[in-house]
């Protein structure tokens, strides 16, 4: 696991695309990982959720 910051990321609708969550498949190392202490992300109710550490990840591609 690179030395990134993690997140939780449990109702953050960008989990499953986002590199810093476990959620997209990120293995963070189980003895010296730093997590975000509350999620970074926003909703203003406006608009879609917005996350200043956001670091997208494509789905990997099914095989045909």
């Known amino acids: ?7 939780n990321g449990e109702t953050c609708p960008l989990s499953e695309t986002c590199y ?6 990120t293995v963070p ?5 730093s997590w975000f202490m509350e999620e970074p992300y926003w909703r203003d109710g406006r608009g879609p959720t917005v ?3 956001y670091w997208k990840i494509d789905p990997p591609k099914e095989e045909e």
């Open 51 to 53: 996350c200043d550490y």
């Open 20 to 25: 810093r969550a476990p959620q997209s498949g």
């Open 1 to 7: 696991m690179p030395d990134i910051t993690m997140c």
């Open 29 to 33: 190392n189980g003895r010296h990982q």
